[in-house]
């Protein structure tokens, strides 16, 4: 079995790749290690890794951008399987394997052993997505995150702090968008939110639907509609804590695998953590998947959160 990390040297706090690099020495079985040096790199590394034919495991070292882009790579090679060593300050993916997901996915001797499932991929205009897409105020937020930390004597949460302000008090929540999922057929109607979940978590904390699963053949989608400011505080606590299903005449939710939107104005839509930007998009299940390892011993499938809280 081959083994590779892809390091993103740039990812995560100062030191990360420093402490990264000193575990590295210490493994028991034979590695490769390569760093990325720029945008696509991973994804670049991966295939290449993966059209090689031989059975490969791929560590993607760094935050959702770098798992992200290492599973476009993969994505549909049998013979290969990635997972993501947790060195960014954002990754969001890995806390449905519970909340010491940083403790037990840095245990690299486990993690080499562990077993593997084959996860469901969102399409996304082409890119293929493993996590979360979203398409609202929340991703309008998220982009400018990415705007705001590239400056200087901006830290991470001020980024977000400014972004926030920016998209919510100056800009407004909501947008007119077009939405066909199922049943559900919105018209050029103001959205708040919209949603698309294979995983459980986005957005550093978020949690919109507690019973997703990466592996069940279903995308679970939310879209939020039209709210003042004080509805929209107040609600997101609970959206983002599983709790969608309590208000219906706000949030409607569709399970399925295909939702297209569009919009007259650009829409600004991240895709695990990655930003896209068009008029009109459609995201499906992908026919392709991507096999993703997790150490041994860590508790997979995961609880249904919204089950849990019920007990």
């Not at 060593?85 to 890995?94: A, I, R």
């Not at 486990?110 to 077993?115: K, N």
């Amino acid at each position: 079995m081959r083994h590779l990390f892809i390091i993103n040297p740039v990812a995560g706090k100062p030191g990360s790749t420093k402490r990264l690099e000193e575990l590295l020495t210490d493994l028991s079985f034979p590695h490769e290690v390569q760093y990325t040096t720029g945008e696509g790199d991973a994804e670049r590394i991966a295939r290449e890794a993966a059209a090689a034919g031989q059975p490969v495991r791929i560590y993607a070292c760094g935050g959702d951008g770098t798992l992200n882009e290492t599973v476009n790579g993969a994505a549909g090679y049998p013979n290969a399987a990635v997972t993501n060593v947790p060195k960014g300050t954002g990754n969001d993916f890995l806390k449905i394997f519970g909340p010491n997901y940083r403790e037990i996915f840095y245990d690299l001797e486990a993690l080499a052993v562990g077993p593997q499932t084959a996860f469901d991929l969102m399409d996304c205009n082409g890119k293929l997505g493993i996590d979360v897409v979203c398409a609202g105020v929340d991703a309008r937020i998220a982009a400018g995150v990415h705007r705001y930390k590239n400056w200087y004597f901006v830290s991470g949460i001020g980024a977000y702090a400014l972004s926030l302000i920016e998209n919510i008090f100056l800009w407004g929540i909501c947008r007119p968008m077009t939405i066909h999922m199922g049943d559900v057929d919105w018209q050029n109607r103001q959205t708040a939110i919209l949603c698309i979940c294979n995983g459980r978590h986005y957005g550093g904390g978020f949690m919109p639907v507690g019973e997703a699963m990466p592996d069940d053949g279903v995308l679970d989608m939310l879209a939020v509609k039209k709210v003042s400011l004080f509805t929209f505080v107040r609600l997101l606590k609970q959206y983002s804590t599983g709790h969608y299903a309590r208000y219906p005449q706000l949030i409607t939710a569709y399970h399925g695998q295909t939702v297209s939107f569009s919009s007259q104005e650009e829409i600004t839509v991240v895709v695990d953590g990655e930003v896209m930007q068009d008029t009109s998009f459609t995201v499906r299940l992908s026919e392709k998947k991507v096999n993703f390892f997790y150490p041994q011993g860590a508790s997979y499938p995961p609880v249904n959160c919204a089950e849990e809280e019920s007990i």
